[in-house]
């Protein structure tokens, strides 16, 4: 049974930062391609940032140079290191898989169809 958890939201202030953790179980993580993705209230899911298996990554222009991805293959994690954080990063954030090869832009720009997502976690940053 495939299964993502994430873990690592909270409330914090702007400027500061936040790891999110994704378990990933039921699968081998390395083969394929998983992305990091957001909602806020009023808006539609967009992508964050993803990750081929290769480790090439995507990140959309709005966390340039402030969010990191990465993926830990032998513990079947994956993991999003956001830094500089703004109230407009404020959202519900989800992990997600996709089962075959791919970009991680097109996973991300919603090209291919999320195969699966956790559960999601709530990240608010204010003062």
């Known amino acids: 049974q495939v299964q993502l958890v994430e873990s690592g939201g909270g409330l914090v202030q702007p400027g500061g930062s936040l790891k999110l953790s994704c378990a990933a179980s039921g699968f081998i993580l390395d083969y394929y391609t998983i992305g990091w993705f957001r909602q806020a209230p009023g808006k539609e899911r967009e992508g964050v940032s993803c990750s081929q298996s290769d480790s090439i990554t995507y990140y959309a222009d709005s966390v340039k140079g402030r969010f990191t991805i990465s993926r830990d293959n032998a513990n079947n994690m994956m993991y999003l290191q956001m830094n500089s954080l703004k109230p407009e990063d404020t959202a519900v954030y989800y992990c997600?898989?996709?089962?075959?090869?791919?970009?991680?832009?097109?996973?991300?720009?919603?090209?291919?169809?999320?195969?699966?997502w956790g559960q999601g976690t709530q990240v608010t940053v204010s003062s």
């Open positions: 997600a898989l996709y089962r075959r090869r791919t970009t991680a832009q097109a996973m991300c720009l919603g090209r291919v169809p999320v195969d699966y």
